[in-house]
């Protein structure tokens, strides 16, 4: 990731650990995640309010081809679609659901819809959520630095990682 902290990333087996001093640089790193990403990919954003998942977002749409600017918050509109890119991009935000809600949102059939997706507070679709897809972790660390850690959870998301790690390692 140009510009963080690429001195400590830590691989370990399927988990990449790292530290971005920036909104930037957390927004370059889900850039990196759009380069590499593939069809039917799903990247599960986790992190408190204004922990940089919509940023992350909006780099993953841009590593899509697809203009970041369009990337918002889909807080009060669940879903956004964004289909100008190399791919779909799917950006959930499951903030203001109830696993009994999910079934109305119609978001299974972005899972199966040929694109990218991006979930928002992952926590509220419980046993709904894929089994196989990337755990990106932000934490707080300072007012501008946040901890990054991004987790595979089956082969299909290892592939995105490694693809990832790649990105890192050549910035």
């Not at 001195?7 to 370059?28: A, C, N, Q, W, Y």
């Not at 380069?35 to 599960?44: F, N």
């Not at 901890?147 to 390692?169: C, D, I, K, M, N």
Request: no cysteine; aromatic share 4%; hydrophobic share 40%.
């Amino acid at each position: 990731m140009s510009g963080a902290d690429t001195s400590g990333p830590r691989p370990k087996g399927d988990v990449l650990d790292l530290v971005s001093h920036s909104s930037l640089h957390t927004e370059r790193l889900g850039e990196r995640l759009g380069q590499a990403a593939r069809p039917g990919d799903v990247i599960a954003l986790w992190g408190e309010l204004g922990a940089g998942k919509t940023v992350l977002a909006r780099g993953v749409a841009s590593g899509l081809g697809i203009d970041p600017e369009e990337v918002t918050s889909p807080t009060f509109i669940i879903l956004h679609e964004h289909v100008l890119g190399r791919m779909p991009l799917f950006h959930l935000d499951l903030y203001r659901l109830s696993t009994t809600d999910l079934a109305t949102t119609g978001w299974q059939e972005t899972l199966e819809s040929g694109g990218v997706t991006v979930i928002e507070w992952p926590d509220r679709a419980g046993d709904e959520l894929p089994a196989d897809r990337l755990d990106v972790r932000l934490e707080h660390i300072a007012e501008t630095k946040r901890r990054v850690v991004l987790e595979a959870t089956g082969p299909r998301s290892r592939a995105l990682l490694e693809g990832v790690q790649a990105h890192v390692a050549g910035a």
